[in-house]
């Protein structure tokens, strides 16, 4: 079994930072991609960033210049840099992962972390 696990959500002021961290753990053979969705109330969910295993990154273009994704191979864990904050960033934010286990390939969600950006 996978599981991912965020943290690093909380309420903050307009323009400050954020960083969010996602830890995978469990049994599998390798992570193909990871990234970040958020899904603020009463809308879907959307792609802020994702990373693959060679480092690419894409970002959805309202964060682009003011998020960054990184990740730490060896400790499966990825991380979503959020700076100067506006309260339209306000949403849960999700960790996802592609994963290889037993030569099957899953898509995997954490349970959310909150972030809350006042004005």
């Known amino acids: 079994q996978v599981q991912l696990v965020e943290s690093g959500g909380e309420v903050v002021q307009a323009g400050e930072s954020l960083r969010l961290s996602c830890v995978v753990s469990?049994?599998?053979?390798?992570?193909?991609?990871m990234g970040w969705y958020r899904q603020a109330p009463g809308q879907q969910r959307e792609v802020v960033a994702t990373i693959t295993t060679g480092g690419s990154t894409n970002y959805a273009d309202s964060v682009k210049g003011r998020f960054t994704i990184s990740k730490d191979n060896a400790k499966n864990t990825v991380y979503l840099q959020m700076n100067s904050l506006k309260p339209e960033d306000t949403a849960v934010y999700y960790c996802?992962?592609?994963?290889?286990?037993?030569?099957?390939?899953?898509?995997?969600w954490g349970q959310g972390t909150q972030v809350t950006v006042s004005s």
């Open positions: 469990g049994s599998f053979s390798s992570i193909e991609a």
């Open positions: 996802n992962a592609v994963i290889w286990r037993f030569m099957r390939r899953s898509n995997n």
